[in-house]
């Protein structure tokens, strides 16, 4: 019998952020990843992360469970949820974004929209090397790292 593999908890919104640019991939086959992700950036889903509401909600909700997960069932350490604290922050950081101002006259994207457009990029770099470190190549689906 195949043990569960169990994700670390920073993976979590990473997770979210790819499965949502596979939906929006899916949904439109002609695209490619990089338009994918453009469209994500307009995205509910992408303010709902970008705002912190994403991991307010989580804490919100670990916090009336006591801090166990009720996903995996464990407490989260306060280690963990420190971390999960920076997350939070640079996701509000690197991921603000200033829709009006997102491309120039020229149709190059500003700094800012290329520096959330990066910070997602590795992101989704980070959850498939995760998925290729614990031998779980079936759930890369943008496959960025080649």
């Not at 929006?24 to 970008?50: C, G, Q, R, V």
């Not at 101002?101 to 590795?122: C, G, M, N, V």
Request: aromatic share 12%; net charge positive; charged share 30%.
């Amino acid at each position: 019998m195949k043990s569960k593999i169990e994700k670390p908890y920073v993976l979590r919104v990473a997770e979210l952020i790819y499965f949502k640019i596979i939906e929006i991939k899916n949904k439109n086959p002609e695209l490619n990843n990089i338009n994918a992700f453009e469209i994500f950036m307009t995205s509910k889903d992408y303010e709902f992360i970008s705002s912190g509401e994403f991991h307010d909600k989580w804490f919100k909700e670990l916090e009336k469970n006591n801090f166990i997960d009720n996903i995996t069932g464990k407490k989260i350490t306060n280690e963990t949820l420190k971390l999960l604290e920076v997350q939070k922050n640079s996701m509000i950081k690197l991921l603000m974004k200033i829709p009006k101002l997102y491309y120039t006259k020229s149709h190059f994207p500003l700094e800012i929209s290329q520096r959330a457009f990066d910070h997602l990029w590795r992101v989704c770099e980070s959850y498939e090397m995760w998925c290729k470190e614990t031998k779980q190549e079936n759930l890369i689906k943008l496959d960025i790292l080649n």
